[in-house]
């Protein structure tokens, strides 16, 4: 979370929309563009909002956050790599209407316009707790997988002692039996040599 604070804050611009340029603010995301997407359906749907994809925007319709204003809006997002090379870091794009093509602009509402930029700011904190507990997630995962082996092995280990157990048995049967042999040779050599002992 602290390298997200050296990144800058959000800044005014605009993006052409349906063949229109709208106002928007744009900022940098220290994370994946998808972390990034994925951050933001969890947050909405937290609220109860689900996105829907218009031109590359992630669109939330009649969305009533405190932090913007008083009123419903519909909220747009866009997400994309910084860069080509660069996979770690996102563009964040948001605009802001009133409802159907009422896009808000610094000039048309100032007040929601600089509520919008604090709260694209604050995104950054909110794509941060969301990949932390991404990361937590998987390391639960790989944890369980470790777990699973690990009692894999032991289970195995005892199959191998109860093998071994049985093996020492059968070398010790197996010593006992030709022990019982070499008599039972002995005992044959005997009846051979007093057979030939009584040749004629």
């Keep these: 979370v602290c390298s997200s604070l050296l990144y800058a804050q959000s800044r005014i611009t605009e993006v052409e929309y349906q063949k229109v340029s709208r106002p928007a603010i744009v900022n940098e995301v220290p994370f994946a563009s998808k972390t990034v997407e994925k951050a933001i359906e969890e947050e909405f749907a937290k609220k109860g909002y689900k996105g829907t994809s218009s031109k590359g925007f992630t669109v939330y319709k009649g969305v009533r956050l405190p932090q913007l204003g008083p009123d419903a809006y519909d909220i747009y997002f866009m997400a994309e790599k910084k860069s080509r090379r660069d996979n770690d870091n ?3 794009t948001m605009m802001i ?3 159907f093509d009422a896009f808000v602009s610094q000039s048309t509402d100032a007040t929601l316009f600089g509520n919008a930029q604090t709260y694209l700011d604050s ?3 909110i794509v941060a707790v969301y990949d932390l507990e991404q990361q937590i997630l998987a390391q639960e995962d790989e944890l369980k997988k470790a777990d699973k082996k690990n009692e894999s092995l032991k289970e195995e280990a005892k199959d191998l002692e109860k093998k071994k157990k049985k093996l020492e ?4 049967d197996n010593i006992k039996d030709q022990k019982n042999q070499e008599k039972e ?3 044959q050599k005997q009846i051979l040599e007093t057979l030939k002992a009584n040749r004629k």
């Design 90 to 92: 996102s563009t964040v």
């Design 97 to 99: 209407t009133k409802g």
């Design 123 to 125: 995104l950054r904190n």
């Design 169 to 172: 048995d059968q070398i010790e």
């Design 185 to 187: 040779v002995e005992k």
